[in-house]
């Protein structure tokens, strides 16, 4: 999914928006949006903390265009810039739930008008069984199997050596079965 490497256009959208340049700027959120807010969802779930998560995402990276290196690509960047901030409200998450040992039903909603009942109650079932993995798990399940980054990628992402992001991908697939296997899975109608 991601390169490595910055193209020659992206660079040239990056040294725009370095000098001031909205409309560059602008070029560069609407090319890597979709990339940001699909990565963000499944980490913390579609929720209005996710919305927030990907507008800081884009903040973040715009205060920090003087430091862009182009040693990873647009796209890499921000995508370490957006699981920084999901781990971030993940273990805010987990303090409050300490705190007030409330329901996560709200956290674990998901609603998509355009999917069919059985196909919105599939999807819950695999967000809430991906939403109970640990943190670390996650942000390696999401990158390798949702958002289809490599082994190297979601490495270079995460800055871990590529062999804890092969066994935490092993055991964090390992722990979503056994969960998806506990929680009761909907009913498909034929």
């Known amino acids: 999914m ?13 040294e725009k928006a370095r000098n001031g340049d909205m409309h560059a700027f602008k070029s ?3 090319r890597y949006e979709p990339q940001i807010a699909s990565t963000v969802i499944g980490m913390v779930g579609e929720c209005p903390e996710a919305q927030d998560i990907g507008q800081e995402t884009f903040i973040r990276f715009y205060k920090n265009l003087h ?16 699981i920084n901030l999901c781990l ?3 273990k805010r998450r987990k303090r409050n739930q300490k705190r007030y040992m409330g329901t996560t039903e709200e956290m674990n909603e998901v609603t998509d008008p355009l ?24 942000s390696v399940v999401v990158l390798r199997l949702v958002e ?18 092969l066994s935490r991908l092993s055991r964090g697939v390992e722990k979503l079965k056994q969960l998806l296997n506990e929680l009761e899975r ?5």
């Not at 289809?148 to 992001?165: F, H, M, V, W």
């Not at 909907?186 to 034929?190: Q, V």
């Open 28 to 30: 560069l959120i609407q």
């Open 148 to 165: 289809g980054y490599s082994t190297k990628e979601t490495a270079r992402i995460l800055k871990l050596p590529q062999g804890t992001i």
């Open 115 to 138: 999917n069919s009942h059985e196909q919105k109650d599939h999807q819950e079932w695999l967000l809430k069984a991906l939403n109970a993995l640990d943190a670390k798990y996650k």
């Open 186 to 190: 909907p009913e498909i109608h034929s």
């Open 67 to 82: 430091t862009f290196r182009g040693q990873a690509s647009v796209g890499t960047y921000l995508t370490r810039i957006a």
């Open 2 to 14: 991601g390169c490595f490497l910055v193209r020659a256009d992206e660079q040239k959208l990056v």
């Open 88 to 90: 971030n409200e993940l």
